[in-house]
């Protein structure tokens, strides 16, 4: 059974940074895309960044790109989310998902990730 277990989320100021981690267990880790998404309470849940099974390829959401980055350690099973310059439109609960590879679509779909984490809050006040 998968599991994905998301942490490092919490309260900061716009500006700061934060470090998500989602770990996982259940699954050949290497064999599997994972994402990052964010949701808030009566939106739909929204991208956030997608890194390739090596680590090799990363795609980010216009709203994160070039404040966020995706990264993986396979020996530690566990995908990370840096977050800098944090905003306080970044505020959401974050979700780690695995790609399910025979699913077709696009990487940016909910819809594509087989498996889903609990999700952590990050609150981003000014």
């Known amino acids: 059974q998968v599991q994905l277990v998301e942490s490092g989320g919490g309260l900061v100021q716009a500006g700061a940074s934060l470090r998500l981690s989602c770990a996982a267990s259940?699954?050949?880790?290497?064999?599997?895309?994972m994402g990052w998404f964010r949701q808030l309470p009566g939106k739909e849940r929204e991208f956030v960044a997608y890194?390739?099974?090596?680590?090799?390829?990363?795609i980010y959401a216009d709203s994160v790109n070039g404040r966020f980055t995706i990264s993986r350690d396979n020996a530690k099973t566990t995908v990370y989310l840096q977050m800098n310059s944090l905003k306080l439109e970044d505020t959401a609960v974050y979700y780690c998902?695995?790609?399910?590879?025979?699913?077709?679509?696009?990487?940016?779909?909910?819809?594509?990730?087989?498996?889903w984490g609990q999700g952590t809050q990050v609150t981003v006040s000014s």
């Open positions: 259940g699954i050949t880790f290497n064999n599997y895309g």
């Open positions: 890194i390739s099974r090596t680590g090799g390829s990363t």
């Open positions: 998902a695995v790609r399910d590879p025979v699913v077709p679509g696009t990487y940016d779909a909910p819809h594509v990730y087989g498996s």
